[in-house]
């Protein structure tokens, strides 16, 4: 028996040679040849790939070509060929696959630790597709090495992707070409930079398969521009049942998921952590028949390369292994009709390990909604699996596999599958070691307990709530939380729980951000980055949620960027070519809201993110120096603003920053419906303030700064509420080592958090204040609790209110300020 609370240290083993392990130290265990078993596809094709290194690439160079298994993992299950080298200086393989097969693969340059391809930004290439028809040959350009940066001239391809039987466009489509990927917004367009220049098959293929894919080739001049038309078939989407047996000597009753290379197989085409794409619960799982059998019944596209394995936990751990003890990666070329296809699970174990058993005891407080999580870490943290229930807080799981191949390994427990945030007490964050075992020809049995879960300590007494008489608002008042806008995959299956607790405390509205990156910034690239940002069938999901739960719906378009945003915005050169960039990018982007927020009855969009201040008229940098705007920078404001209006036709509401004093729109309010207010004054100078003293300076601060600026806008306003649960949340100045921290990381999972001492009563104390205030003027038009944190309840120092007593403050106040309870 452990109980988990004390701390173990983990001997970090390679045990993959891949591309974020291969530039280690260590020495990679090795990995066994991926089979990809075909269940039903055509006659076998030759397929040539010839291949052109980066010039300077030493002449005695060797190659490889690297096919890789995304169901498994990218970097954990790849297929290698070596090439030849071709007297021009060229590279060259020959390799057979079934007709119909999309095959992901990319480029390595052989040595210890092999050279891994490079894009032209010198970021990792993920992977080229290439979809085979019959015998072919592909000619491929790399642009570098991690060890040997791009100096060559580059291009760009630009295009628009439609529905050939009607012309409509199709967002969601993920377009590559040379290696360099995006996904095409509402309006069908996309934008490949960076190309560098001759000729690269330009690829567009469909996450959920429901196109057919596009494939040609593309040639790209220096500094052009080389326009694309794609225009997509529907596929005719038909029945596959598929009936599985499980290995002699199966677990009676234990869940078996189907996970594979679609969408609603649990891809996330991202890169997760530990090099996986797949997470376990986005994967549906299959039903147990009378007869010991699982089925399941899917629909899918006719022609589609399927590729899928059964698993009882992700694609890497517990997914079945063939009667050789390898990974198993199975393929169906999904046929015209509908049809049955029935597989045997060879085994879940091989070589000499025998299972681990876990079993573990939480907590009586864990919340009736939540799941345990088990997360392991042979080289690094992996993504997280979901445990079995066993009933009275205890839960189990089973480790089959690949134990053959691991060393030391780190395990822990985690609430919903945020390991690092929601961890058990003793093992929290994202630089703990866990607790380790090492696989052994002897069956193994942790019996664990979790005394405690990282911030989750529900109090015993009841929260008090400060509130007179209060006054009931018409049915156009907002009352409701924001999400905060960072995002992960994992996320996705905590929506439903999240949406119910916000109904239950007597919301009405939600605002969910749709936030996109800015991943190049030489000239400027705005996309969703998946695994960062919710993508298109995520967003559908998490409104269609929202509204079953009777919530309406605003959206709030969030720009993310992969490095600071101050370095980002001093790095650009910020001349004409480049705004032009800018507000090209940045207008497909408020178009794709539009669009989404028109087709799925969203109720209002929220502008003037604050994370491009530096692009609304008459603003500069962070620092004070010029953003060298250009001259007509209002005009296209009013241009992008009256893009989302022909779109789009509810609410749109313009953010505005409050922090003290002289609240100012950086744009016309006359564009807009209405002011959402962001609350970010001081209410104190003190750090042990008097309640009432808060609700007073509150009242003062809306008098005197917010009503004038209200009356002169002539628009309603929301007030937007971020208190965080920490020391010094009423002076607005959460400080560590004597430095006030930036709102962004008071969100999890910024590292900040860790270190910050909590206080629970001083965002309490803020609430009861604001709500006060807020009672007797009417005319503020709703209020809203920002950076609610949606998979899992903490009581840390974030600004979010779930799981905290704060909580029980709104859900005293907004049923009652909605008329949903009257006096």
């Not at 698993?311 to 198993?328: K, Q």
């Not at 390990?353 to 079993?359: N, Y």
């Not at 809203?784 to 709104?810: C, E, N, T, W």
Request: glycine share 8%.
């Amino acid at each position: 028996m452990r109980t988990v609370g004390r701390r173990s240290f983990l001997m970090v083993v390679c045990v993959v040679l891949t591309l974020a392990f291969v530039l280690s130290s260590c020495q990679p265990t090795a990995v066994p040849v991926p089979e990809a078993e075909t269940v039903s596809a055509g006659p076998l094709a030759q397929v040539t790939f010839v291949v052109t290194p980066p010039a300077g690439t030493d002449s005695s160079a060797k190659l490889t070509l690297e096919i890789l298994d995304e169901v498994t993992g990218l970097a954990l299950n790849p297929s290698r060929l070596s090439m030849t080298a071709t007297s021009d200086g060229r590279f060259t393989v020959e390799a057979a696959f079934s007709e119909g097969s999309l095959v992901k693969y990319r480029y390595l340059r052989e040595g210890t630790p092999p050279a891994v391809e490079y894009g032209s930004t010198n970021q990792q290439i993920r992977y080229r597709i290439f979809r085979v028809y019959g015998s072919d040959q592909v000619e491929d350009i790399i642009a570098a090495w991690n060890d040997q940066p791009f100096t060559g001239a580059v291009g760009r391809i630009r295009g628009q992707a439609i529905d050939n039987t009607n012309n409509t466009p199709l967002p969601n489509l993920y377009v590559t070409a040379a290696g360099i990927s995006t996904l095409t917004s509402s309006d069908g367009s996309f934008l490949l930079e960076g190309i560098p220049v001759g000729t690269h098959q330009l690829v567009a293929i469909s996450l959920d398969g429901a196109y057919k894919t596009f494939q040609q080739g593309a040639t790209v001049a220096a500094g052009a521009t080389t326009p694309a038309a794609i225009a997509l078939s529907p596929v005719q989407m038909i029945a596959v049942n598929f009936v599985v047996k499980p290995p002699e000597g199966n677990l009676t009753g234990v869940p078996i998921r189907m996970v594979g290379n679609l969408f609603t197989l649990g891809n996330t085409f991202a890169d997760l952590s530990g090099g996986m794409s797949v997470i376990a619960s986005r994967a549906p799982l299959l039903t147990l028949r009378d007869d010991g059998t699982y089925a399941i019944s899917l629909s899918l596209p006719v022609g589609f390369d399927l590729r899928y394995k059964y698993t009882l936990g992700d694609g890497f751990w517990n997914g079945e292994l063939n009667a050789s003890g390898n990974f198993r990666t199975r393929q169906l070329i999904v046929p015209a009709a509908s049809t049955t296809v029935e597989d045997q699970i060879d085994t879940w174990q091989t070589g000499t390990a025998a299972p681990i058993t876990f079993t573990v005891t939480i907590p009586d407080n864990t919340p009736a909604t939540d799941s345990t999580s088990i997360q392991f870490n042979p080289f690094g943290w992996m993504e997280p699996i979901p445990m079995w229930p066993l009933g009275n807080h205890r839960y189990t799981y089973i480790l089959y596999n690949p134990l053959s191949m691991l060393g030391d390994v780190g395990y822990r427990y985690c609430r919903n599958e945020q390991c690092g945030v929601a961890d058990a007490e003793g093992t929290q964050g994202p630089s703990s070691a866990g607790y380790t075992f090492t696989p052994s020809p002897i069956t193994q049995t942790f019996e664990d307990t979790v005394s405690s879960w990282q911030w989750w300590q529900p109090a015993s007494t009841p929260t008090t709530v400060i509130a007179p008489e209060i006054r009931a608002r018409d049915t156009f008042f907002w009352a409701g939380v924001e999400f905060q806008p960072g995002y992960k995959p994992s996320w996705q299956s905590h929506y439903s729980a999240s949406f119910q607790t916000l109904k239950g405390i007597g919301s009405n509205w939600v605002v969910i951000p749709m936030t996109w990156t800015f991943t190049r910034d030489a000239m400027p690239v705005l996309q969703a980055d998946p695994g960062n940002d919710a993508l298109w069938p995520d967003l559908v999901q998490q409104v269609a949620l929202a509204r079953q739960s009777g919530l309406k719906v605003a959206l709030v378009p969030s720009v993310r960027y992969e490095i600071a945003s101050q370095d980002w915005w001093s790095n650009a050169s910020k001349d004409l070519s480049w705004w032009d960039g800018f507000f090209d990018q940045y207008g497909t982007y408020l178009r794709n809201a539009a669009d989404f927020a028109s087709v799925n009855d969203v109720g209002a969009i929220l502008v003037g993110d604050a994370a491009i201040l530096p692009a609304y008229p008459g603003m500069g940098l962070v620092d004070g120096s010029p953003a060298n705007q250009p001259d007509d920078i209002q005009d296209r404001w009013d241009n992008m603003i009256s893009d989302v209006r022909t779109r789009y036709s509810g609410q749109l509401l313009y953010q505005v920053e409050f922090t003290g004093s002289n609240p100012a729109a950086a744009l016309p309010a006359s564009l807009f419906d209405g002011i959402y207010m962001i609350w970010n004054a001081p209410l104190t100078t003190s750090d042990e303030p008097a309640a009432a003293d808060l609700e007073v300076e509150m009242g003062r601060l809306l008098d005197e700064e917010i009503a004038p600026f209200q009356v002169e806008a002539g628009k309603p306003v929301i007030l937007a509420l971020q208190f965080a649960s920490a020391a010094g949340s009423a002076r607005q100045c959460v400080s560590l080592s004597g430095n006030c921290l930036p709102g962004i990381a008071l969100s999890q999972p910024y590292l900040e958090l860790q270190s910050i001492p909590v206080n629970l009563q001083a965002q309490v104390d803020l609430y009861n204040a604001a709500l006060g205030a807020i009672n007797g003027r009417d005319w503020i038009s709703g209020v809203i609790s920002r950076g609610y944190y949606p998979p899992a309840a903490l009581q840390d120092g974030s600004f979010s209110i779930h799981g905290k007593p704060a909580m029980d403050v709104l859900w005293y106040w907004f049923p009652r300020m909605t008329g949903a309870i009257t006096p």
